[in-house]
C-alpha cells in the first residue's frame, strides 16, 4: 500500500507539471486571464499532489487510521477554496460573463464552512463534511453551464460553449461519482470492496478528476501554441482580424482618428488628435497588416456610420475578444460593451457576432 499511493502520487505530479509547462507558456504568450486562471488552477493542484505524497510517504505507512485525520488544514482550506473560485472565473470566461465581487462572500463563507469542520472532532462524517462543498460547487457550477447554454442567444457564445462541454459535463458527472464514493466510505460499504478505493488520502474518482483536467488542459493549451505559433504568409494583400483580407494599406482620409499610444496587438484607442497615418508612424505601426487593419475599419466606419466607440469594440470583435476581455481592455462596463454591439448589429442588419463577421467578410 505504502509504495503504491507513493508512486501513484509522483506519477500525478509529474503529470500535472507537464499539463502546467504549456500553460504557462500559453499565457506568457498571450497574457490572457483566462491562461492566467488555467495556470493557477494548475498550480493549485500540484501543491495538493505534493502534499498528498507527502502525508504518504511521512503519515500512512505505520497507521492506516491517518485516512481519517485532514492534514495540513490551513493549506487544504487555501486549495479547495482556490480551486472552486478559479473553476467559476474559468467557467464565467467561457460563458462570457463578468465575475461580481459579491461572490468572493460565497467563497468566504465555505471557507468559513471548511475551518469549522476542521475544527471538531474528525470522524468520517466530519471528513466527509469537510470535502462536500467541492463537489456540491462543481455540481452547481455544471448546472448553471447547462441553463446558460440553453439560453445563449449569442451564436459565438453557444459554439463555444458547446466545445467546452465536454470537460464541463466530465467534471460534473466526476464530481457526482467523487460523492458518491465518499458516501460509501462514511457508510462503511466501501469496507465490502477494497482498500485501493482509498488512494493517497482521497478516493479513486478524485485521481481519475484530476487526471481529467490535466489532459483537457494540456491538450487546449498546445493547440492553442500550436495556433498561435502559425503565421500565413500573405503577398499583396492583408489578412485583418476575423479572417477579412483587404488589399490596399491606406486608411480612408478623414474617416477616423487613431491615437498612438494603441498596442499593435490590442483594440484601437480613439482620438481626435492624430488623424491615422501620423498615429501610424509616432506609434510604430506602419506596417503593411496594420495599415491594412486601420484602413479597413476606416472603410467600414464609413460606410456604416459607426461611432469611434463602435469602431474600438468592432476592432475587437473581428479580433475574437470575448465581453469580457473588451471590458478590460477598453475599461468600460459590460453594459456600455453589449449597447455598442447591439447598434453594431442594427447599423449591419445581422443578430450575432459570427453574422456579423460573415457579412463584413463578404462586403469586403
Known amino acids: 500500500m505504502e509504495y503504491t499511493m507513493f508512486y501513484?502520487?509522483?506519477?500525478?505530479?509529474?503529470?500535472?507539471?507537464?499539463?502546467?509547462?504549456?500553460a504557462l507558456l500559453l499565457y506568457v504568450k498571450t497574457k490572457k486571464n483566462l491562461h492566467l486562471y488555467i495556470c493557477l488552477l494548475l498550480a493549485n493542484y500540484l501543491i495538493e499532489l505534493v502534499e498528498l505524497l507527502y502525508i504518504a510517504r511521512f503519515c500512512l505507512p505505520e497507521d492506516i487510521r491517518y485516512f481519517n485525520l485532514i492534514h495540513f488544514p490551513v493549506l487544504r482550506i487555501f486549495t479547495t477554496v482556490s480551486i472552486l473560485l478559479l473553476d467559476l472565473l474559468i467557467l464565467l470566461q467561457i460563458m462570457d460573463l463578468k465575475f461580481h465581487k459579491s461572490c468572493l462572500l460565497f467563497f468566504a463563507a465555505v471557507a468559513l464552512f471548511c475551518a469549522y469542520i476542521a475544527w471538531l472532532p474528525q470522524t468520517l462524517l466530519t471528513i466527509w463534511l469537510f470535502y462536500l462543498p467541492r463537489q456540491i460547487c462543481h455540481f452547481g457550477y455544471g448546472i448553471f453551464f447547462l441553463i446558460r447554454r440553453g439560453l445563449e442567444k449569442d451564436e459565438t457564445v453557444r459554439k463555444r460553449m458547446e466545445r467546452c462541454s465536454f470537460l464541463v459535463l466530465g467534471v460534473f458527472l466526476l464530481s457526482v461519482?467523487?460523492?458518491?464514493?465518499?458516501?460509501?466510505?462514511?457508510?462503511?460499504?466501501?469496507?465490502?470492496?477494497t482498500d485501493m478505493l482509498s488512494v493517497t488520502e482521497r478516493n479513486f474518482s478524485e485521481n481519475i478528476l484530476w487526471l481529467f483536467i490535466m489532459l483537457c488542459s494540456m491538450v487546449y493549451c498546445v493547440r492553442e501554441l500550436e495556433q498561435g505559433g502559425t503565421s500565413a504568409a500573405v503577398s499583396g494583400s492583408a489578412l485583418v482580424p476575423g479572417g477579412m483580407r483587404v488589399s490596399g494599406f491606406a486608411p480612408a482620409p478623414g474617416a477616423m482618428r487613431i491615437s498612438g499610444s494603441a498596442p499593435a496587438s490590442g483594440c484601437m484607442r480613439v482620438s481626435d488628435s492624430m488623424p491615422a497615418p501620423?498615429?501610424?508612424?509616432?506609434?510604430?505601426?506602419?506596417t503593411a497588416p496594420e495599415a491594412a487593419r486601420f484602413g479597413y475599419l476606416a472603410a467600414v466606419s464609413e460606410e456604416y456610420?459607426?461611432?469611434?466607440?463602435?469602431?474600438?469594440?468592432?476592432?475587437?470583435?473581428?479580433?475574437?475578444?470575448?465581453?469580457?476581455e473588451i471590458c478590460e481592455e477598453l475599461n468600460i462596463s459590460t453594459g456600455t460593451v453589449k449597447t455598442h454591439t447591439h447598434n453594431i448589429y442594427m447599423k449591419v442588419n445581422v443578430k450575432s457576432r459570427q453574422e456579423l463577421i460573415r457579412a463584413l467578410t463578404e462586403t469586403r
Do not use: V, W
Not at 501620423?278 to 506602419?286: H, I, L, R, T, Y
Open 8 to 22: 501513484l502520487g509522483m506519477g500525478m505530479i509529474i503529470a500535472c507539471a507537464l499539463a502546467l509547462s504549456p
Open 177 to 193: 461519482s467523487i460523492l458518491l464514493e465518499d458516501s460509501l466510505l462514511i457508510s462503511h460499504i466501501q469496507t465490502y470492496f
Open 305 to 324: 456610420k459607426f461611432t469611434p466607440r463602435e469602431i474600438q469594440i468592432l476592432d475587437c470583435i473581428l479580433q475574437y475578444k470575448t465581453t469580457a
Open 278 to 286: 501620423e498615429a501610424a508612424q509616432n506609434s510604430g505601426m506602419e
